[in-house]
């Protein structure tokens, strides 16, 4: 299986920052990845897939890169709305496995 | 509005049965994959299975293999997680995602989306 290990674990930042949470795959994936965002109490959303295509509706404010091994999804200038838990998660090969997750918190 | 709506979450002892449904709607059902993906509590993500729009290829977590069935009705435009022998471990909220993708250049992207609400399955004495 392919282990996805997301870093930091948690992170807290002020509204306006610009936040960059790193996805490692324990192998060549490709393009394979996407992210979503969680809130407490909430389903999974998606925001990015193909490790860069921004999903229909979502703010331009997230954007995501990287191929391979290495991703990162950004957020430029954060909002309030913003302040959840975010997902990695490789499609390139069954089990699709997912990241620990990345807490992001209000500073 | 696509939508996907479950059900049939609950309390069940240990080595007991449970069947989950997702109804969906909005969208053509019979012609997506389909996933159910759990997250015990305070925890992250876990893929369990997903099913292929005909029903003829199913694939699974090994942790669940032998002991969990995805299935569907396509006339109803619903899902199905039958989960039997239930752990501990099995405890969780279960969403069921539609497999959304596109193929390019001879590579097939997939992602889940949208997610249903969720059901909770506790597994007590």
């Known amino acids: 299986d392919i282990q996805m290990t997301q870093s930091p674990s948690s992170l807290s930042a002020s509204v306006g920052d610009k936040v960059t949470i790193t996805c490692r795959a324990s192998q060549s994936i490709g393009s394979f990845l996407n992210w979503y965002q969680q809130k407490p109490g909430k389903a999974p959303k998606l925001l990015i897939y193909?490790?860069?295509s921004l999903q229909s509706g979502v703010p331009s404010r997230f954007s995501g890169s990287g191929s391979g091994t290495d991703f990162t999804l950004t957020i430029s200038s954060l909002r309030p709305e913003d302040f959840a838990t975010f997902y990695c998660q490789q499609s390139y090969s069954t089990p699709k496995t997912f990241g620990q997750g990345t807490k992001l918190e209000i500073k | 509005e696509v939508q996907l709506v479950e059900s049939g979450g609950g309390l069940v002892q240990p080595g007991g049965s449970l069947r989950l449904s997702c109804a969906a709607s909005g969208f053509t059902f019979s012609s997506n994959w389909m996933s159910w993906v759990r997250q015990a509590p305070g925890e992250g993500l876990e893929w369990v299975a997903n099913?292929?729009?005909?029903?003829?290829?199913?694939y699974y977590v090994d942790s669940v293999k032998g002991r969990f069935t995805i299935s569907r009705d396509n006339a109803k435009n619903s899902l199905y997680l039958q989960m039997n022998s239930l752990r501990a471990e099995d405890t969780a909220v279960y969403y069921c995602a539609r497999d959304l993708g596109y193929c390019s250049g001879g590579n097939c992207y997939n992602w889940f989306d949208p997610w249903g609400q969720g059901t909770l399955v506790t597994v007590s004495s």
């Open positions: 193909a490790a860069s």
């Open positions: 099913i292929k729009p005909d029903g003829s290829d199913k």
